[in-house]
């Protein structure tokens, strides 16, 4: 087992957990719908480095269910 690709692998996805995490916040003005969603992404991205047919799953679900909220 490599070492040192096991901690760059960790980082990366932790960085790409915070650059969603942005993004996420900057479309987002509900704070509740927020607070959901920032748990889904962090899920989502540690299941992306266990198994990426089971992160991809919850991924669409998460969008589906996210694009089906009426916002007005």
């Known amino acids: 087992m490599n070492i ?3 901690i760059l692998r960790v980082l990366l996805s932790g960085l790409k957990a915070g650059i969603l995490v942005y ?3 900057k479309l987002v ?3 509740i719908i927020e607070n ?3 748990i889904i992404i962090v899920i989502f991205s540690v ?3 266990e198994n990426d ?3 991809n ?4 679900k998460t969008k589906w269910c ?3 909220i009426r916002w007005d």
């Open 23 to 25: 993004i996420f916040n």
């Open 36 to 38: 959901i969603g920032l």
């Open 4 to 6: 040192k690709g096991s």
């Open 57 to 60: 799953l919850i991924f669409y």
């Open 47 to 49: 299941l992306q480095k």
């Open 29 to 31: 003005d509900n704070e």
């Open 53 to 55: 047919l089971i992160s």
């Open 66 to 68: 996210l694009s089906s």
